[in-house]
């Protein structure tokens, strides 16, 4: 992360806690960070993955799109019970 005043160790060691799914609060302690530290920097980790997955996504789906009327989910015909 870019202008981050915590050296690259400890931002590994909170991206490593991030990825494993441990709590801001528990990564901080862990590591020995204020809790308000690991929370901003698992929040600012979120706004990160946010806007890469929007840029995809524009990618994706920047174009056209044709939707096929299959898709909506009509009831489907039934036979006639004789």
């Given at each position: 992360?870019?202008?981050s005043r915590l050296i690259?160790?400890?931002q590994s060691r909170l991206i490593e806690?991030?990825?494993s799914a441990s709590t801001a609060r528990c990564a901080a302690r862990l590591i020995g960070v204020n809790k308000s530290t690991g929370a901003?920097?698992?929040h600012r980790l979120r706004e990160i993955i946010t806007l890469e997955l929007e840029a995809?996504?524009?990618d994706v789906?920047?174009?056209e799109i044709e939707v096929?009327?299959?898709y909506f989910g009509?009831?489907?015909e039934r036979k006639a019970q004789r």
């Open positions: 992360m870019r202008k690259w160790s400890t806690h991030f990825v901003f920097y698992f995809e996504a524009d789906f920047g174009g096929n009327e299959s009509g009831k489907p």
